[in-house]
């Protein structure tokens, strides 16, 4: 049995694997994943209400509570080098990514390359197992399942659209649990911890706006460029001199574009960058912080434009629902250890905002971190990885709706 599931499991996550779509677009995975579901035993498909993204449920012989899980199933736009068998079949075509009408950043380009480079196959994968397992025993479950494969985690805020569609409310969901694959932990390891797991990921945007003039008189003009020097040293000083130095904060400048020519002095600067924090007192301190730094360059004579774009908030893992995970991996035969908060971003927080909920890494082991193009599940153990993950998620949420 555990053979056969296994060869099942391997047989979907190749077919993923290589068909990677990405956010908003995965089309043939929603099609593919729904086609699975039906023919699953036990599993009723539900209307998720997205052009991509798949809702299912799976209701227990007996009444209790609902539990989700989530998987999402978006890849990115990566030209694939890994060398698989099973690599990337939606390489060949060039496609552009939106230019981002917000910001008005003038980067959209052809680029060749669409691939599964942060394991989201494998998510997918491990809840189609999950589908398989408890879809076969309704008879020992007490309760709803509720299988959520989200669209667009990568870009395009597939979990607040989700959350958007009312399904938590309209399923009653009461609690929900996540994984993502780890590249840096060896299958059969799992890490997880109650609290804050990944960070608040915002985005902003400074338009500093001088009087161009010739580059030899800069005195007829306002140069930009200096303000804007002097901005990006002042951001700095927001992290190691206003913020606790028991909280935790990145604001990094990524961007810096200004000017045409060497003897023109530029009309405007514009910088962008992001911003990373846990607590959300923080994270609005920071805003207003930064706020202010535009405030002090109009003072200056500049006419600055602050734009913040917030992206989703930071996870924070239920302790109880950490600790049942926690318990549940030891159980199954897992070696447990301690996340560390991470500054990287998941839109599973979106769904924590609404109800208690656990996310957890599961190590799949292979060389090369995620977003490379080299990136790989360990190969030799992939097999034994999904069903791993599928056998812990499926127990732990029958120990979830036992517990509600
Ligand atoms: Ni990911």
């Known amino acids: 049995m555990a053979e056969e599931l296994q060869t099942y499991l391997l047989e979907h996550f190749q077919w993923l694997h290589r068909h990677p779509e990405l956010a908003l677009k995965e089309y043939e995975t929603t099609n593919y994943v729904k086609n699975v579901l039906k023919q699953t035993e036990g599993v009723e498909l539900l209307n998720l209400g997205l052009d991509t993204g798949a809702l299912a449920k799976i209701e227990g012989k007996e009444p209790g509570g609902v539990v989700a899980i989530r998987a999402d199933i978006d890849a990115l736009p990566i030209l694939e080098e890994s060398g698989l068998s099973y690599s990337s079949e939606n390489d060949g075509c060039m496609h552009a990514l939106p230019i981002e009408e917000k910001t008005g950043a003038l980067y959209a380009s052809l680029i060749p390359g669409k691939m599964h480079a942060c394991g989201h196959d494998f998510h997918t994968t491990a809840l189609l197992g999950v589908a398989k ?19 667009a985690e990568e870009a395009e805020h597939g979990g607040e659209k989700v959350v958007n569609t009312g399904m938590f409310e309209k399923y009653k969901i009461e609690k929900i649990f996540g994984l993502h694959t780890k590249q840096n932990m060896p299958v059969g390891t799992i890490a997880i911890a109650p609290g804050p797991f990944s960070a608040a990921v915002d985005r902003f945007l ?39 130095p028991t909280e935790t904060a990145v604001i990094s400048v990524t961007r810096f574009t200004s000017g045409t020519s060497w003897n023109i002095i530029p009309e405007t600067a514009r910088l962008e960058g992001t911003v990373r924090t846990f607590n959300p007192k923080v994270r609005e301190q920071i805003v207003e912080l930064m706020q202010a730094q535009a405030e002090g360059l109009e003072r200056e004579g500049y006419q600055v434009e602050f734009t913040w774009i917030p992206g989703c908030p930071a996870t924070n893992n239920d302790a109880d629902l950490a600790e049942l995970v926690r318990k549940e991996a030891v159980e199954e035969g897992f070696h447990v250890t301690l996340q560390h908060p991470e500054m990287g971003g998941e839109d599973f927080s979106c769904y924590q905002e609404l109800v208690p909920g656990a996310f957890f890494h599961v190590g799949t082991g292979g060389k090369y971190p995620a977003h490379n193009s080299k990136f790989t599940v360990d190969v030799t153990f992939c097999k034994a990885a999904l069903l791993g993950a599928s056998k812990l998620m499926s127990e732990i949420v029958k120990k979830a709706l036992k517990a509600s």
């Open 133 to 151: 397992l408890l879809g076969g025993e309704r008879e020992h479950i007490k309760g709803t399942v509720i299988l959520l494969f989200q669209p």
């Open 206 to 244: 400074y338009t500093v706006k001088g009087m161009g003039c010739h580059g030899s008189a800069p005195q007829t003009g306002l140069d930009p460029i200096p303000a804007a020097a002097r901005l990006v040293g002042s951001l700095q000083e927001i992290v190691s001199r206003r913020i606790s």
